[in-house]
């Protein structure tokens, strides 16, 4: 894996615009997705991760403004280029993949169909029977059974895994640079969502293709991904490699949700330690950490400025007052203790 | 009348029709018994019939053939007017808090309702002295009382539900996937909050979730559904320590471990392929289509439960 960024965001802020005020999704993020790696991207309902994504492929509501911020993906800045240039990317250079693969697919086109219109989009040059027969390739590689059969299907026709393979099908089916998958397994089964995640492991070493992973599931990203960014409140918390954010977690809300989730094979009688409250209001972001309120550390500081990133190794940086060198080492500090 | 088992299914069978002659086998054949103030999860994966089970048992569905019996009452076949005061022993809480509670009703109003349906008090004053203190006791103030559900969070909803089937205080409780729709820090509190009032009042809980490291952490006992039928079920560590049917160790191995260097070294054990439809389920053992050890006897010959020692229970040929 070479470090060599395909995609960088800096500094994205993007704002809804509804009727009681400015939701404030996404309040300033940055992060770089590397050739061929898997980055994930965690965080809770509202935390603004699949705004974030969205805001990529600017597949917005109407109601969303990109406020600040670019987003570099191959020399160019997504956010000024024109509607017609943006659909030429997507699905060509980045596809997407969504939690829900029912409503991502239109009911009433065969799937194989939907799948080589995909390709006939981007590459109109191309004959028919060459692009069926690639289809029913793809169909075979993310382990479609009897893909001759299942090509004239429709997606009522298919379970929910099934319908998910097409999505992944259609994904890759124009070999993309980068591929953004949504809490793709989400709505699916343990036992499934096994199977997909391995398949994207194997498409990943085989295509090479970028993967941005949204979950809310810190299991999935330790089994998935190569480095992780965590956001909360519209804003990323702790960026850091897999390993160190499991065993060396750097900000209170990444030992929180790691604490709130029971191992396999936790002891029944030690309680599970839930991060008390709930996540903010964006129409009415806090102004200091938006952590803060649920913080179990929090300090006078922490609600009224927000903490710039702090490096705490290679690749490895959070967002938290008390990791700064001057912060007071005593008992309440975790990181100091 | 105090039974030691407070609800006990027998070979409970829910067929559903599905236009023409067809028919979904929905659950065929479960039994099991669930102690006092115990837990006992039950996991598959979706279509497996464990929602089903637990909606036959509180007689949202009728039963097709088999027995339920709560605490000590035969309910298989009563009326509904008749179940009426039996109710209040069995409460239900749901898996989706936006579609589980009225949004033309304030908290007070869906928390009091219970109460009123059951001629507990006929007053909303009076309610209101049950249903304040269990508004605190789920986490929630007076305050929020008079607002509407769409007022709350994911979590603050599942709040409610909790409090409205708590609030006669029942001596069983099925949950229907009372957490998966909620955020990971909010799953949590509401598990915390469900342990609690076990704990106090000795409740029991039938605790039906497809996340099987929370269902371990929560239960007792633990049963294991594949298409309708039990394939397993036995003290809740011990499935997990020394899982005997395929389906249940595949079950296991695809979960994710949130341990990066565990998930590495971990092989590969899931199951492949769909769960088969239940409209013509596989003759024999069910899960014949899917197993990597069948014989060919598993696909002809149902197996039966059997005890593999200590109370571990599994229909498996390999056994």
């Keep these: 894996m070479s470090m060599e960024p395909i995609l960088k965001i800096e500094n994205l802020k993007t704002s809804f615009m509804t009727s009681n005020g400015e939701v404030q999704a996404v309040r300033g993020v940055s992060l770089a997705v590397n050739k061929g790696e898997i980055l994930g991207i965690v965080g809770e309902s509202g935390s603004g991760k699949s705004v974030t994504s969205m805001s990529i492929l600017r597949l917005l509501a109407d109601t969303a403004v990109i406020k600040e911020g670019s987003i570099e993906f191959e020399g160019k800045n997504l956010i000024g280029v024109s509607k017609k240039e943006m659909r030429g990317i997507r699905g060509e250079k980045i596809s997407m993949i969504f939690q829900d693969p029912m409503s991502s697919l239109n009911p009433l086109i065969p799937v194989g169909t939907q799948v080589a219109e995909m390709i006939l989009e981007h590459h109109p040059e191309r004959k028919k029977e060459d692009v069926k027969k690639e289809v029913l390739e793809l169909f075979s590689r993310v382990r479609i059974p009897e893909p001759e059969k299942r090509y004239k299907c429709f997606p009522h026709e298919f379970s929910g895994g099934m319908r998910q393979r097409v999505m992944i099908a259609m994904a890759l089916a124009n070999k993309p640079e980068l591929l953004i998958a949504d809490e793709p397994t989400t709505a699916l089964d343990v036992t499934i969502q096994d199977q997909i995640l391995h398949q994207l492991r194997e498409l990943e070493k085989e295509y090479g293709t970028s993967i941005i992973f949204i979950t809310h599931d810190l299991g999935v990203v330790a089994e998935l991904c190569d480095r992780v960014i965590v956001m909360y409140g519209g804003l990323v918390m702790e960026e850091a490699s897999i390993d160190d954010i499991f065993e060396k977690p750097g900000h209170p809300y990444t030992m929180g949700l790691l604490e709130s989730i029971p191992d396999i094979k936790q002891d029944k009688s030690v309680r599970l330690m839930p991060i008390p409250g709930s996540p903010p209001d964006m129409t009415n972001p806090p102004v200091g950490c938006p952590f803060a309120p649920r913080c179990p550390y929090a300090r006078k500081i922490c609600a009224q400025e927000l903490p710039e990133f702090i490096e705490l190794g290679e690749g490895h940086r959070t967002r938290c007052f008390l990791q700064y060198p001057d912060a007071p080492a005593d008992e309440h500090n975790p990181f100091r203790r | ?319």
């Design chain 2, 1 to 319: 009348m105090s039974n030691q088992n407070i609800l006990e299914v027998r070979d409970l069978t829910k067929h559903f029709k599905a236009g023409g002659k067809q028919v979904v086998h929905a659950v065929d054949g479960v039994s099991f018994t669930l102690a006092r103030g115990k837990t006992l999860g039950l996991v598959g994966e979706s279509g497996c019939g464990k929602s089903s089970c637990a909606r036959t048992i509180i007689r949202m569905y009728d039963v097709t053939a088999g027995q339920v019996v709560l605490d000590g009452t035969d309910i298989t076949n009563m009326k509904q007017k008749e179940l009426k005061p039996l109710r209040r022993k069995m409460q239900m809480i749901f898996q989706d808090p936006y579609a589980s509670l009225n949004a033309r009703m304030t908290v007070r109003d869906i928390i009091a309702e219970p109460l009123i349906a059951h001629g507990i008090v006929n007053k909303k004053e009076a309610a209101n002295e049950l249903v304040y203190p269990m508004l605190e006791w789920v986490g929630l103030t007076k305050e929020h009382a008079n607002r509407y559900a769409h007022e709350f969070s994911g979590g603050q909803r599942q709040r409610v539900g909790i409090a409205r089937a708590l609030i006669l205080k029942p001596e069983l409780v099925i949950c229907d996937e009372p957490i998966s729709a909620l955020d990971v820090s909010i799953q949590a509190q509401v598990i915390n909050l469900l342990k609690d009032f076990q704990e106090e009042k000795g409740l029991s809980y039938l605790f039906i979730a497809h996340d099987l490291s929370m269902v371990r952490y929560v239960s007792d006992e633990v049963g294991v559904m594949y298409l309708g039928h039990l394939v397993e079920i036995c003290e809740s560590n011990e499935i997990y320590d020394n899982p005997l049917h395929p389906y249940t160790k595949g079950l296991l191995g695809s979960i994710p471990i949130a341990n990066p260097r565990l998930a590495r070294q971990k092989e590969k054990s899931g199951i492949e392929g769909d769960i088969p439809s239940p409209i013509h389920p596989p003759a024999g053992c069910r899960f014949h289509t899917r197993c990597p050890f069948a014989k060919p006897e598993c696909s002809e010959v149902k197996p039966q439960m059997k005890d593999a020692g200590g109370g571990h229970m599994v229909a498996c040929h390999l056994y």
